[in-house]
């Protein structure tokens, strides 16, 4: 029987992982298994960015992908959360009665919810936050070099 409790927490602590995908779908499920790439891509960069500083090109790129699948699996945890109990059990535990014990909402499970929502909203923006202002400084760059060297300002006499 497949809880719902423990399916909103693994998406939240285990999500970029897959752990909810492979708990919900077993260790077949092939999205669980492609959650691996964003999430070392953004490890990598924060690899980088400890490594060559925030002024590496390449550190826009790689760790937003990290902050967009946090985001996704928190928002994974938050419809899993608020499922009907007969959803859930019809979904998920299609064995069992639309009633059972393992589809009902509890405390522990809204605190999950929350915790989606608070964590999967701040990463969200702080990824759009980091990857906007890092396109935008190196856009920045890009103009002031095609500019070339800015023309001596001349004095009149």
């Not at 936050?129 to 103009?143: D, I, S």
């Amino acid at each position: 029987m497949k809880n719902k409790t423990i399916a909103t927490w693994l998406a939240f602590l285990g999500g970029p992982v897959g752990l909810h995908r492979f708990y919900l779908n077993g260790g077949k499920d092939r999205l669980g298994w492609l959650l691996y790439i964003p999430t070392l891509l953004g490890a990598y960069g924060i690899w980088r960015s400890k490594a060559f500083g925030l002024d590496d090109p390449l550190i826009w790129l790689l760790i937003p992908p990290l902050g967009f699948t946090i985001a996704g699996c928190a928002l994974n945890g938050i419809v899993f959360g608020l499922m009907s109990t007969a959803k859930w059990n019809h979904r998920f535990n299609p064995q069992s009665t639309a009633d059972a014990p393992s589809g009902q909402t509890n405390w522990f499970t809204i605190i999950g919810v929350v915790a989606c929502l608070f964590v999967g909203t701040s990463v969200l923006m702080a990824s759009f936050a980091f990857t906007f202002q890092r396109y935008f400084e190196y856009q920045v760059e890009a103009a002031q070099q095609d500019a070339g060297p800015a023309a001596p300002k001349t004095t009149a006499n």
